[in-house]
């Protein structure tokens, strides 16, 4: 537990799970911000997707948002230089997002302004950033005696499926827009299929940091995990 780790390493550890636990809520929150309260408060309807909300008056809340997750992941440190890379590239990315808006009412993969095109590659490569992350960063980061972390193996799972399951997003969204036929894209146009896609994700990669920054409830829906899975092996022997 921190309280048992040496009083020189306290801050560093704090600072570590602080940066982690603020990318993590501020995931978990933008999509709510943005959809449901939207719609209640001010009566903003739902989006055909998150980008779209910055011609609404959401914007601020939507470029303050993608910022804040821009400025946590500049000031994130990791185990090796490659994560450093890794968090600063999806700083910049994220950055991107929210300083280059989507053009209005247009198709994601077919902006027509330089903004537009911009906002598009660094949208993409935000969630490919934030998929590698929970896919190898995050496993591979293994407790040590500055940082213990119970569960481990339970803990890897979620950074996994979290990795996967924004690659799987992306997927859908990308048949969604390149393959799917007119007529049924105008379907699932009616219910916003790229909102609630984009949704997926983005709560996907705040699982991840969420559950690396050892906040309370998802410490709690580790130990589940791990007591059903021993109740499911118990079981079986």
Known sequence: MLQDLPQSAQP????YIGLRRAVGLSGLLLPILLGPVGWLVFGIDIQDNMSSYYHTALRDVFVGVMC???IFLFCYRGHDWVENWTANLGCAFALGVALFPLDANSDPLHPTTIPGYLHSFCGGAFFLTLAFYSLFHFPSSKPTNIEPEPHERQRDFVYRISGIVILL?????GTYLLLLPQEW???YDRFNAIFWLEWI?????SAAWLTKGRTIFADIAIDLLALTQEQLLGNNN
């Not at 997003?169 to 969204?173: D, E, G």
């Not at 994700?201 to 990669?205: D, L």
């Open 201 to 205: 994700a983005v709560w996907s990669f």
């Open 12 to 15: 560093l550890v704090m600072s």
């Open 169 to 173: 997003s992306m997927l859908a969204m």
């Open 68 to 70: 804040s997750i821009g």
């Open 185 to 187: 894209k105008e379907f």
